[in-house]
């Protein structure tokens, strides 16, 4: 299971719990089974517990965007490659048994990737707030598109000093 779906699952439970707890302590007071002190000091405490899980479900939400996304740049790279494997069996390039081998994995990859993204929109149709309410994701940069980077590829790149410098020299991983 993604992680995603896990925390995406786990949340959704924490959020309808609450909202039946609230309900509860709601129908609690209504009934006079509790008093209007304990009333507020609980639902105080179930409001602040609602809001941090909407909080960060929003946050979820919008790494699920941005993972969506990553999703489909990968799909529309995996049709190039499937696209051009296509061109190389039917000009002769490669043998049907290379070609069959390597269409089915890009085939596989495409699949999964599909499947994942799909999930993803079911999940995020299931909490999407109303417009007015929209969360706000943060701004990323714009990825070059698929088949930029496709050609970028075939094009030999020599690095410059700078770049043998900084490849050279450690990384920091945070």
Not at 45 to 69: F, H, P, Q, T
Not at 121 to 141: D, F, G
């Amino acid at each position: 299971m993604c992680l995603w779906k896990y925390a995406f699952e786990l949340a959704s439970k924490d959020l309808e719990l609450l909202k039946k707890k609230k309900q509860a302590l709601d129908d609690l007071l209504s009934s006079n089974r509790i008093s209007r002190q304990t009333y507020e000091c609980l639902d105080k405490e179930i409001g602040d517990a609602l809001s941090d899980v909407k909080r960060y479900l929003e946050s979820l939400s919008c790494k699920m965007k941005n993972r969506a996304e990553s999703l489909e740049r990968q799909a529309d790279i995996l049709e190039v490659f499937l696209a051009n494997i296509e061109i190389l069996h039917a000009s002769g390039e490669i043998d049907s048994e290379t070609y069959e081998k390597q269409s089915k994995a890009i085939s596989l990859g495409l699949e999964s990737t599909r499947n994942e993204i799909n999930e993803i929109r079911r999940a995020l149709e299931s909490i999407t707030p109303k417009p007015a309410e929209e969360a706000r994701c943060e701004e990323k940069i714009e990825a070059p598109s698929p088949v930029e980077e496709i050609a970028h590829q075939s094009v030999e790149v020599v690095p410059s000093t700078e770049e043998k410098v900084s490849e050279s020299i450690p990384q920091i991983v945070q």
